[in-house]
């Protein structure tokens, strides 16, 4: 516990890590702000004026016109708010259209919105995939039928995603089936909100690896490690502790920032919003039976989880090589690897089995739990998030043993 | 406290640092003595277990001391050549976190710390930041975490490379004064260092101890003998292609060289008792007309 204590402080004497974690926290009050300020709407004014409203203004503005469509989504309101719909449409031509009264459609259309993208989405042509045109879907359909629509919808889906994999088809189904419904709608949140947290955790693990990166390649560097490693406890024991404090500094850093930048959002955004189901804010299809608030609690811990998998694997490069530049690139790479490979091939083992997998861009996790990406090995089918949780468990485990092991066989050359 | 070496072999590659090396020591102070690049280092890396030899052994008190593992670093305190250490960290700070690797007790660790603090005389700068001291008060520094445990073996590399004269003379009286009861094994390039304070001496080359033995011993081990003449200055040159030259002194149209040779280079020249430097000049020098002359 004395080693403990005084690693953490030698950590915290330097110079670097202290900067990297002030840039840590300030990130993250950087990084809520940015969503809040995206937000934006046209306030219609009676005197026939139009006011831009921006950042908070907008949020409190949209936050007092979503109370009107809050609540379960029962096939009933669903029906209603198409009428509304259609009415509008036909008293006014489309809504896309400039003539189309900004009035009516802050008022009318704008609360419902969410409900109305469902409906088209689970109207979708089964062949194409395209949502259905809401003037062209029978209110009359709607009636008790509407989440059997969605799991068509999901079917016609996974036939054409999983073409050759009838096991997917089959899980995603079963996956779908157990959601609890009628699913609950707050509108308010923007999905940026979630991206963002996405992103914020993107630049938390690369300034965890940038910290981590020394931890032995930088003692192998200045000699230093030369004295570590002939005293009594200088080869397991300094590992483990190095090793430990490195990730309660990391715990610690990750859970005070991601803390910081979720509650900044949702003291912007208000906390009703967060019971909204998974599906009303990404697609009526999606398979996670979760609500916002309980996917900001999800993405925070396979966040975390990712990071420590990362950082693990960066501490094994750090016993391995000599020189702390080294461990830096090759941690880099380790790092955005998932991201290129996502890019380049879509979702592949290669792109969910590295540590930080569930950390980038369009293969983080967020995305990968929105979206219908099967991994199949022998006739059996994994769910990409699922894939991505167990290798990042795993990895952690087994990159912390090697870089045990790597540091204690070291020799100083 | 016996350490014995045996076969002692460490290969990089095709490279032979260290070449088949036997040796037994006990408590008193050994100085290792050779150019750079003998594998002094690479000995003193075996000896602290920081490298694993290519074969042969080294055993303390009868036991292989990579088996030791920790009960072997117990006993060991060991000063590198380069130590690297942590720039923010106080002196204070930093003996307390070697002190804890060490397994030092929490109730004497403060008063340990204090007192070696004050033995290397760093007591004034012990809240100061290493990044802060001089070269020869980091080198103290070492000294002390090298003492922490009161090694019962210890090991300095090169510790006064880099320190001035007065620096090198304190240093020298420090390990002189912390030898007592310990095996303490001292490498060098420079002579001074280890002529007044070790009880034994080894010479090593290219991997290899060419001679050990006392300061009396190895002066009687040289077959050659040391003259010292004075020679007009143009012949300076001549003298040095034919001789191994260990001194030479500028005086009005003369240079005093101090030679070391079987027979008597001039008809001047006097014969005179050796000392170590000869002795070290002996087996490593060369005379400037050999090739690849290092001198």
Known sequence: MRLFRLEIKRILKSRRTLILLAIALLLSVAMAYLPISFEGINRPNKDGTVTELNGLAAIKYKQDLYKTSAGEVTPDRIKSALETYQSCV??????????????????????FRHLLMGLSEAFADPLTGIGADLMDIDPNDIDGAYYEKCAEHLQDVMRNEQRENETAQQKALEKYSELDTPFYLHSGISKDAFDYIELYILLLAILCVAIAAPTFAGEYQTGGDSILRTTKYGRKQLAITKILAAFTLFVVTFLVGITVHILILD?????????????????????PNINLGQLQIILAATGLLSVLATVSCTLFLSAKCKDTLTVLLISIVVLLMPLFAYVAMGATWLSTIFPSAGIGMQNNFLYQLADFNYLNIGGMSFWTPHVILLSAGIELFVFTFLAIHSYCRHQVA | MKLELDGLTKEFGDFTAVNHINLTMTNGVYGLLGV???????LMRMLCTLLKPTSGTICCNGKDIFSMDSEYRKLLGYLPQDFGFYPEFTVEDYLLYIAALKGIRPVVVKKRVKELIAKVGLSKVAHKKMKKL?????????????MLNNPKILILDEPTAGLDPNERIRFRNLISELSEDRLVLLSTHIVSDIEYIANEIWLMKDGEILHKGSIDELINSMTETVWECLVPKNRVSDFMEKYKISNMKSEINQVMLRIISHEKPVENAMRVEASLEDVFLYYFGEKAGDENAAL
């Not at chain 1, 809504?95 to 259309?109: D, N, Q, R």
């Not at chain 1, 208000?270 to 009303?280: I, R």
Request: charged letters at 20%; one cysteine or more; glycine letters at 12%.
């Open chain 2, 36 to 42: 750079n690049g003998a594998g002094k280092t690479t």
């Open chain 1, 267 to 287: 003291a912007a955004f208000g906390t009703d919003c967060l019971k909204t189901s998974f599906q009303m804010r990404y697609s009526i299809i999606n398979l």
């Open chain 2, 134 to 146: 001089s070269g020869g008060m980091k080198r103290r520094a070492g000294i002390a975490q090298a």
């Open chain 1, 90 to 111: 036909r008293e006014y031509g489309p809504v896309e259209e400039e003539g189309f009264p900004l009035a009516v459609y802050i008022e009318k259309i704008v609360p």
